[in-house]
């Protein structure tokens, strides 16, 4: 009898096993896609920006480029916190499933503080993808007031 609830026990683990690493494959392929998500963001408004900079182009002309990157920039806010929040969800379904392989074992992995780490480093990504994109906004609403005066 013992052979079998054992036998049970290691396919649970192995199931838990199973989910923890498609869990931690979303998280690194939805972060994979963030980054390149906004490295074109970046790419899409530097350009827009440096469009309207350097060209002598109409006043209209620019007041539209800069209207994109100013729509570009809230856009790209709203998709950066929509990811950090799809980020938190998956670390949090992450640690409840270490959590079903026991307390014990959770602690003597250090899995507790790896958590904690990783929700400090959305964090900070979290901020500096806001920071960016305000700056990005502030840059174009000072040209388009420049460009209105």
Sequence with gaps: MSQVASEGEEMAEDKVRILFEFQQRVFWESANLFAKGFAYYLAIVAALIGYTLTLKLQ???????????LGSSFLG??????????????LA?????GRMLGDE?????????FFRQ????????????????LMFATATVLLLKRLGS
């Design 59 to 69: 006043a209209s002309l620019q007041q539209i480029a800069l209207f994109m990157g």
């Design 77 to 90: 806010l709203l998709v950066a916190w929509v990811c950090v929040r799809g980020f938190f969800r998956v």
């Design 93 to 97: 379904s992450m640690e409840r499933t």
């Design 105 to 113: 074992l959770f602690e003597a992995m250090g899995l507790e503080e």
């Design 118 to 133: 990783w929700r400090s480093i959305v964090w900070t990504y979290a901020i500096g993808a806001t920071l960016l994109a």
